[in-house]
């Protein structure tokens, strides 16, 4: 599944700092129909996700219905990421392979 979307750079501010972009809730919605064959235990969901020049993975965290798509240093530096910053991304969702039985 690939999505585009764009959003706001946002900071968490926990006992460390966090940067996200949340996703807008059409995406997260698609997001949803697929998540039970995307996540890999509880509830985050894999994703290859690009902004700008930088292509990266990580995983979505689920929250308050939606998901939030995390911004690590090595992803924010090169681009010039601040909070408060609009983006565009462009991620696809990683589907998981069936388990034979």
Avoid: H
Avoid at 53 to 61: D, G, P, Y
């Amino acid at each position: 599944m690939e999505l585009v979307f764009s959003g706001r750079v946002i900071e968490w501010r926990g006992p460390s700092p966090y940067y996200f972009v949340r996703v807008p809730d059409e995406e997260a919605a698609d997001i949803r129909e697929v998540a039970a064959i995307a996540t890999y235990g509880w509830g985050v969901i894999p994703v290859e996700a690009r902004i700008g020049e930088v292509a990266f993975q990580t995983s979505l965290f689920p929250k308050d219905n939606g998901y939030l798509l995390p911004l690590k240093v090595a992803v924010r530096r090169p681009c010039g990421l601040s909070a408060g910053d609009d983006v565009t991304v462009s991620m696809t969702v990683r589907l998981q392979e069936p388990q034979p039985r």
